[in-house]
């Protein structure tokens, strides 16, 4: 099974700041991850799919990058409401795996 | 909006067995893939098994593969999880998942429950 890996695990940022997760994964998967963001006792919500491609109602200020093995999801302008777990995700192969999460809170 | 609702979970002894059932509520199942997600108790999200939209392919991670079965039911906008010889470390909330990351033309399908609670435990 295909492994991901996300760093930072956790992050303590400020309103306004730039913040980039980055996700890789353990061999090739072309652009085939997505990011979803998940609040405390909610479903996820998808933000990213196809590696860098915006989920229609997502604030601009979410985007995504890469291909390969290595991806990133960039917050250009940190919001309060953006305070949450985010979680990367592939689906080139079956199994489908996440990974671990990188916890976003208030500095 | 599609809602997806998940039931059957709940308390059960280590061993034993639970089905997991999804519904949409409008028939929104045809040719899509359908999946089963779960998070344990302030842990992350695990995928746990995938269905095809024709049943021809299908697939579990590999901490539940020979103890659960995974099918669907479109005539009945259904999607189950049969969950055998469960282990303390199945307990989690379990989520359906419709076209898990599909986007097609810039719309995407994907769809998730408020998720059903399967504790195990003696």
């Known amino acids: 099974a295909i492994q991901l890996t996300q760093s930072p695990s956790s992050l303590s940022a400020s309103v306004g700041d730039r913040v980039t997760i980055t996700c890789r994964a353990s061999?090739?998967?072309?652009?085939?991850v997505g990011w979803y963001q998940q609040k405390s006792g909610k479903a996820p919500n998808l933000l990213i799919y196809?590696?860098?491609n915006l989920q229609s109602g997502v604030p601009s200020r979410f985007s995504g990058s890469g291909s390969g093995t290595d991806f990133a999801l960039t917050i250009s302008s940190l919001q309060p409401e953006d305070f949450a777990t985010y979680y990367c995700?592939?689906?080139?192969?079956?199994?489908?795996?996440f990974g671990p999460g990188t916890k976003v809170d208030i500095k | 909006e599609v809602q997806l609702v998940e039931s059957g979970g709940g308390l059960v002894q280590p061993g034993r067995s639970l089905r997991l059932s999804c519904t949409a509520s409008?028939?929104?199942?045809?040719?899509?893939?359908l999946h089963w997600v779960r998070q344990a108790p302030g842990k992350g999200l695990e995928w746990v098994s995938g269905i095809s939209w024709n049943s021809g392919v299908i697939d579990y991670a590999d901490s539940v593969k020979g103890r659960f079965t995974i099918s669907r039911d479109d005539a009945k906008n259904s999607l189950y999880l049969q969950m055998s010889n469960l282990k303390t470390e199945d307990t989690a909330l379990y989520y359906c998942?419709?076209?898990?990351?599909?986007?097609?033309?810039?719309?995407?399908?994907?769809?998730w429950g408020q998720g059903t609670q399967v504790t195990v435990s003696s």
């Open positions: 061999q090739a998967i072309g652009t085939d």
């Open positions: 998942v419709k076209a898990i990351l599909y986007c097609n033309d810039g719309v995407c399908y994907d769809s």
């Open positions: 409008e028939n929104t199942f045809d040719n899509f893939a």
């Open positions: 196809d590696a860098s």
């Open positions: 995700l592939q689906d080139s192969n079956f199994p489908f795996t």
